[in-house]
């Protein structure tokens, strides 16, 4: 069964950086494209970056492109997403999420396309 962890999460400054892993377990996990997700209470979760199998094809939500990077180290089973100069709208809690791979869709944008969620890191920026 595939688990994944997140870490890295934390209360940090506007401006500041932080990076969030994600380990992956009880599979392949060079099968799996890969991807973050944001939610705050009360509202939906909402699409941050995914990566596919191999780090080949990234794709990123508008509100944090060129500020965050998503990557991957198959060697190491894990995921990451490196945030810079981070604001108070990033504050939510941050999930990674896998799904096998498939030739037709490298990356996956949409949650409902991942079968696989880790529990979640909080991410509060402060002003």
């Known amino acids: 069964q595939v688990q994944l962890v997140e870490s890295g999460g934390g209360l940090v400054q506007a401006g500041d950086s932080l990076r969030l892993s994600c380990s992956f377990s009880?599979?392949?996990?060079?099968?799996?494209?890969m991807g973050w997700f944001r939610q705050v209470l009360g509202k939906e979760r909402e699409f941050v970056a995914a990566?596919?199998?191999?780090?080949?094809?990234?794709y990123y939500a508008d509100s944090v492109k060129g500020r965050f990077t998503i990557s991957r180290d198959n060697a190491k089973n894990t995921a990451y997403l490196q945030m810079n100069s981070l604001k108070p709208e990033d504050t939510a809690v941050y999930y990674c999420a896998g799904q096998i791979r498939s030739a037709y869709a490298p990356v996956l944008l949409r949650d409902h396309e991942y079968g696989y969620w880790g529990q979640g890191t909080q991410v509060t920026v402060s002003s």
């Open positions: 009880g599979r392949t996990f060079s099968s799996y494209a």
């Open positions: 990566i596919s199998w191999n780090g080949g094809s990234r």
